[in-house]
């Protein structure tokens, strides 16, 4: 049974990508259609996988009937089952939030009929990622990811996008050819790539030649999980993407680069070297990235940055070694796939309800929109770790195992895993307060463009400030006539004159009363989106997102059971070895 | 057999080109050394299998005298991979160059923003010149006039929608 299902969630997102490609131009509906479709059929068998998983234990399929040593096996043990579902669980919300998006705007500006075969083509390469048997899969399962991300990434290639894009490519590149540099190195020590035998041959190689192998994997894997020093390249390039795509990035993609680390950390390394290293990248993770989130206005970047400093306690869990903290991270992973995606999801409504994503000139969004809200509130305070929800049971996990180590690095780690949370608090409660919480800046009578002028202050000449009767002009007719008015009053060099017609913008964008979403690197690119409610699909997909992770919590205790059973087999190596290997003698 | 000392010269070689251009900040250069690396990866893989031999089909040579056919394929497969990103690198380094170079693109709202920011902010994207700083593009709107560069969108691409795949190219000024 498990050989039938195992391929399908590499080979259903795959075909549904080609079948989506060829009806795409001409039937949008057709499109939307299948790619929900396919999406429903990978978590179905994703579903049907973990609970053969679970209780089977691990099962390897040899594609193409080669004899184990010689072909591609695909591996589907709990912790790889697990990850296939939450993957799919929140790929398929991410879906219908994004074709919500592309009826509410329009898909003549966008180009949708690239979108969802690239995002098939994603969650293609995250489950062959997730379920490969040998190195060499893996890196085919990155690379398919990672350039279906690049065209997602820079979708509609805008300058921000674009410019965002390029540094997020370039990193990627490069952690890619340190993971095939690892793969040569070590197939010239073992003369294997297949992970099973490698977990009985590497044990055998020197010292140093394990640490050089172990510590090349890492570095290719913590690029691609953000872990602190390698961490700078993920707030710059999220915040630019459309929002379905920065939502399905941030619950997914580091997330792989976690399940690798995983892997190496127990299959291919268990004698724990570089644990230590670990730990103390985990605790910068979680300190420094949560440093950044305080340090941020915009709520993109916020969540951009405390994606970076929860990483930090999946890490720690890793680094603990023991199953107690293999649990914890594995069930943290689970608990921030679907977090991190659901509030992405909700940005993306908060910027299309208010116009920015920038807490500054955010504000009233709670009696704007008390279902935002309430969509907003309860993932928010599910990440900060409040205690009904999930996110306080998987710290609390990480916490205990980390206390029961014992020793004085853990301990310290966990004081930081406590700081890290009350600062996640303190910066998801800043955009509680001034996003949702605090009334509009102004009252509405009083917010027109002259009184903000007069706010302004006196060297900003009243000509260079918009008439009331620019606002209900399109967003560029409006930005030109600004200009228009600036260049007329032009005293000065015209440096000056720029400046002017700059603050002049700026200042009717953040005061506007009607706020357009122009400029802000958004997907919306129709001013005054938010004069309209908003669309029902995008706030059903975020709403279903919202339960999945209130869920997370009602259903926490079999799920942790699913953790530690993972945790077991991971730490005994002997269920994934067994399943590939078999009867099949190892000799090297 | 004795083990070649040329590949691992070579490999170094290339390693070291390619870290140097990979540093730099021109994408094109960025893309050459990605190529560089990318050939020193599979120089490397194609060491890993050991003293090369002949041709591994059988009946065509004995077991023992064969080359390792895996390393092939991998590299196979990594070339590949690698053709591919740098077609799509090469496509984002033209995209890129058009945005801020040559400022006459489609009529797209973000594009045309973008366009106004001549001057200092046009620069941020300019691959000689990518300004560390990391300003969102909502506080980013500092620039001069930009009559011109409407005017010109005006009469050069009325019409023309904003994905700008089928943009005519720029036409020559008649004199």
């Known amino acids: 049974m498990t050989s039938v299902l195992a391929p399908l969630p590499v080979l259903l997102p795959l075909l549904g990508a080609a079948a989506a490609l060829l009806v795409g131009g001409r039937h949008p509906h057709v499109q939307r259609a299948l790619s929900a479709l396919v999406l429903s059929a990978v978590l179905a068998v994703s579903v049907a996988l973990l609970v053969l998983a679970d209780a089977e234990g691990a099962v390897a399929v040899s594609l193409g009937g080669w004899p184990v040593p010689l072909g591609i096996v695909l591996v589907v043990d709990r912790l790889s089952a697990l990850m296939l579902v939450v993957a799919a669980t929140v790929a398929l919300g991410v879906l219908v939030f994004a074709v919500g998006q592309g009826a509410a705007d329009g898909d003549e500006e966008t180009p949708i009929s690239i979108f969802h075969p690239t995002f098939l083509v994603l969650i293609a390469g995250v489950a062959n990622a997730f379920l490969a048997g040998d190195l060499f899969n893996l890196y085919v399962g990155f690379e398919i990811l990672l350039t279906a991300s690049y065209v997602l990434l820079t979708l509609g290639g805008s300058a921000a996008r674009i410019r965002a894009g390029i540094t997020y490519i370039v990193v990627s590149l490069l952690s890619s050819l340190i993971f095939l540099a690892a793969i040569a190195l070590i197939y010239a020590s073992t003369g294997t790539v297949n992970m099973a035998q490698l977990a009985g041959r590497l044990a055998a190689l020197p010292e140093g030649t394990q640490l050089l192998l172990q510590s090349m994997l890492l570095i290719a894997f913590a690029i691609k999980a953000a872990v602190f020093p390698l961490s700078a390249w993920l707030p710059d390039s999220y915040p630019t993407a459309p929002a379905p795509v920065t939502a399905v990035f941030a619950g997914l993609l580091t997330k792989v680069g976690v399940y690798a680390i995983i892997r190496t950390q127990t299959l291919l390394f268990p004698g724990g070297g570089l644990d230590q290293v670990l730990m103390w990248a985990a605790l910068a993770t979680m300190l420094i990235g949560i440093l950044g989130a305080v340090a941020q206005t915009d709520i993109r970047r916020i969540l951009s940055f405390t994606l970076v400093s929860h990483i930090g306690y999946m890490i720690f869990g890793i680094s603990l070694a023991s199953e107690a903290g293999l649990a914890g991270a594995t069930f943290y992973v689970v608990h921030h796939i679907a977090i991190q995606t659901t509030l992405f999801l909700v940005a993306g409504l908060v910027e299309r309800q208010g116009g920015s994503t920038s807490v500054d000139r955010l504000g009233g969004l709670a009696t704007a929109s008390p279902l935002l809200a309430v969509l907003f509130f309860v993932p928010a305070m599910n990440l900060a770790g409040i205690p009904p929800f999930s996110g306080f049971i998987g710290k609390l996990g990480l916490l205990q195992a980390g206390i029961g180590d014992g020793g004085a690095l853990p301990v310290a780690v966990v004081g930081a895993g406590v700081v890290a949370s009350l600062l996640t608090l303190l910066a998801i409660s800043r955009v509680w307060t001034r996003a949702f919480w605090r009334p509009p800046a102004q009252p509405p009578a009083a917010d027109t463009d002259a009184a903000a002028a007069a706010d302004a202050g006196p060297e900003l000449g009243p000509a260079a400030v918009p008439g009331p009767a620019d606002e209900h002009q399109p967003a560029g007719e409006k930005e030109t006539a600004d200009d228009d008015a600036a260049a007329s009053s032009s005293t000065g060099t015209p440096r000056r004159v720029a400046a002017r017609a700059a603050w002049a913008r700026h200042t009717a964008v953040a005061t506007a009363a009607t706020p357009s979403t122009d400029g802000l690197g958004g997907d919306s690119e129709e001013g005054s989106a938010s004069a309209r409610p908003l669309p029902r699909v995008m706030l059903a997909a975020t709403t279903a997102m919202v339960v999945v992770t209130v869920g997370l919590t009602a259903i926490a205790g079999p799920l942790y059971g699913v953790a530690e059973r993972a945790a077991e087999d991971l730490r005994e190596r002997n269920p994934y070895v067994g399943a590939v290997l078999g009867g099949v003698e190892d000799a090297p | ?175």
């Open chain 2, 1 to 175: 057999m004795t083990p070649t000392v040329v590949l691992p010269v070579v490999i170094g070689a290339l390693y070291a080109a390619g870290v140097y251009l990979l540093l730099d900040r021109s994408l094109t250069r960025v893309l050459l050394g990605f190529l560089v690396l990318g050939n020193a990866t599979n120089l490397l893989l194609l060491s890993s299998g050991g003293p090369a031999g002949l041709a591994p089909i059988v009946g065509y040579a004995e077991p023992a005298e064969m080359s390792d056919p895996l390393p092939q394929a991998l590299i196979l497969t990594a070339i590949v991979i690698t053709f591919g990103i740098a077609s799509f690198v090469l496509a984002i380094i033209y995209r890129s160059w058009r945005l801020v170079r040559q400022e006459v693109v489609g009529v797209d709202e973000e594009d045309r923003r973008v366009a106004r920011r001549s001057g200092s902010d046009a620069d941020e994207i300019d691959p000689d010149d990518l300004a560390p700083e990391d300003r969102s593009a909502a506080h980013a709107d500092t620039g001069v006039g930009d009559e011109d560069v409407v005017a010109r969108l005006e009469r050069d691409y009325a019409g023309i929608p904003s994905d700008d795949v089928d943009l005519p190219p720029t036409r020559r000024r008649r004199r």
